[in-house]
């Protein structure tokens, strides 16, 4: 009535569905069942071994959202109007036995609680997905020595393989119509298989030279054909140059490809509703987000370059000391954009292919978007440079510390990331994310390890170097891209392992352990941040017993 009185007819409203029963509550996931059986045989012909196997796999795949929202009865549910002093929904009121529903219970908006639980059971459903995965693999290889070389015999290893994997899955009706509120999953089913050749030789070079204490080669290449998207190479040559007993350098130049994996190729269609905003009218609202896999997709393809030196003194015994470079190119690296980036590919950046992915209310291209189709592709080019660095050591305490001292390990690890930075094909535009926070310059990791009769002690260090937050954005006032703060700390965790023997042998059969991890209490650098990186809990302690049967 106050509404009317102000000449007020409408008006937009939003309502939060929290009430018990409400909301996609899972039911069961997960696989129920999983099969594996693999059979082999090994030979040996003449000087050569000859290794054959077979293997079979299923899967069986179970998901059940409960209070899952059926969005057609849901409308009918909402549209409640007045009829014979009662309130009741539109299509019962409605005459017409076309528009009847005789099951719609009306579901009122209005305050939390206020919907009945017959509405409420009328909205809600279970949405099911039923999924089987298979895969089978037969290979066969043989290796051994092919003839004596100059220097030692030049080895051979090849062999051929077969792989075939398929999926099909199910879904409830409902889903079949995209009419759940979120997460509703189509049937899919598809399949691919692999066939590969390939052949490995190792050559040695110098043996017992003056600076060359060994030189090896090896050389490896496969063919690999896929049903999905064609035949593709890859190959490796590599370097082994034993200097002396202490010093010894290496090297590997590869072709490597990664093929779209299952998830990627065949993942079943998914629908949900998003907030996306609309480039062409600087707008947000929501809207239907069709996710789905990529038949498609061809392999990435990248080009590795590692190079290192390892040196183990003799003047110090247990010492180990080695540095590698990597620098790896990646082509055709294969993800998803989201919806947001397929709108602004589309029609910020005028690529017709992203234009594609976006429809329309009615078709106009000035119109309401009413859905987004998000899928994997190959999208970008990817370039990583670094260094890894190691350090170990190993020692006995008793000559210090006298009989009983235990020993002493040690081993560090580093990693310092030069670049990591992804190329977008569609735009040409480069993302450096090396030195941000979640992916430092420097990580250093370390483990330093004592043993003393039946107890171990095991304390563990890692330290990542603080960095921007976000690389594309600059501390400062004014533009699009400015930040007030845009740096993080450095973080550093102490963590600490006690294992005791209570076996009564003494052979670990029987172990007592403590663990105490984050002894600190060091919290994540940024507080929305969920990476793998930084411990989300804090200190925690775990106490356990191992044992062998």
Request: a neutral charge; one cysteine or more.
């Amino acid at each position: 009535a106050r509404a009317a009185a102000a000449g007020v007819t409408c008006f937009n409203f939003g309502r939060s569905l929290r009430e018990p029963g409400l909301g996609a509550v899972r039911g069961r996931v997960g696989s129920p069942s999983v099969y594996r059986g693999v059979v082999g045989a090994k030979a040996k012909v003449g000087e050569w071994s000859v290794d054959a196997y077979y293997q079979y796999g299923r899967n069986h795949f179970v998901q059940e959202y409960a209070g899952s929202i059926n969005m057609i009865n849901y409308r009918k549910a909402i549209d409640a109007v007045r009829s014979g002093g009662n309130v009741v929904c539109r299509v019962n009121a409605d005459a017409s036995t076309a528009n009847d529903d005789p099951a719609c219970v009306p579901f009122n908006l209005f305050g939390y609680g206020s919907p009945s639980a017959q509405a409420i059971s009328y909205i809600t459903g279970t949405a099911t997905f039923d999924l089987i995965t298979k895969q089978e693999v037969a290979a066969i290889s043989a290796s051994g020595d092919l003839l004596q070389g100059w220097a030692g015999p030049i080895s051979a290893a090849f062999g051929g393989e077969y792989r075939k994997e398929s999926i099909d899955a199910t879904s409830d009706p409902i889903s079949q119509a995209n009419q759940w509120q979120s997460g509703a999953r189509l049937p899919i089913a598809g399949s691919y298989n692999v066939k590969e050749v390939f052949g490995e030789l190792a050559v040695p070079l110098l043996r017992d030279q003056p600076f060359f204490r060994s030189l090896d080669l090896n050389l490896a290449a496969r063919y690999t054909d896929y049903s999905t998207s064609g035949g593709v190479t890859t190959w490796k040559a590599g370097l082994n140059w034993e200097i002396s007993r202490a010093l010894r350098l290496r090297a590997t130049r590869s072709r490597d490809i990664r093929a779209g994996n299952f998830a990627e190729l065949f993942a079943p269609t998914t629908v949900t509703r998003q907030n996306v905003r609309d480039p062409r009218r600087s707008t947000t609202y929501t809207t239907q987000v069709t996710s789905l896999g990529n038949a498609a997709l061809k392999p990435e393809t990248a080009d590795t370059l590692t190079a290192g030196v390892v040196y183990q003194p003799g003047w110090l015994d247990g010492l180990r000391l080695s540095v590698d470079y990597y620098n790896i190119k990646i082509k055709g690296l294969i993800g998803t954009i989201s919806a947001n980036e397929v709108l602004e590919r589309c029609y910020l950046d005028k690529i017709a292919e992203f234009c594609s992915l976006v429809t329309t209310a009615g078709g106009d291209p000035n119109g309401d978007i009413n859905d987004i189709t998000v899928r994997f592709e190959n999208l970008d080019r990817l370039k990583t440079e670094g260094i890894d660095f190691e350090a170990a050591y190993r020692s006995s305490l008793e000559h210090l510390l006298g009989e009983n001292a235990g020993s002493l390990s040690i081993r560090l690890l580093a990693t310092y990331l030069k670049t990591l930075a992804t190329t977008a094909v569609a735009t040409a535009s480069t993302e450096e994310r090396a030195g941000e926070y979640v992916t430092p310059h420097w990580r250093v990791s370390g483990l330093v390890t004592h043993e003393m009769g039946r107890l171990t002690s095991t304390l563990d260090l890692r330290w990542l170097q603080g960095g921007a937050i976000d690389n594309d954005f600059v501390v400062g006032t004014g533009a699009l891209n400015t930040i007030n703060v845009n740096r993080s700390k450095n973080t550093f965790y102490t963590n600490a392992t006690f294992t005791v023997d209570v076996s009564t042998d003494g052979d670990r059969g029987r172990e007592l352990f403590l663990r105490v991890n984050n002894i600190f209490n060091v919290a994540p650098p940024f507080p929305d941040q969920a990476s793998p990186l930084f411990d989300q809990v804090g200190q925690s302690f775990r106490v356990g017993l191992r044992f062998k049967l």
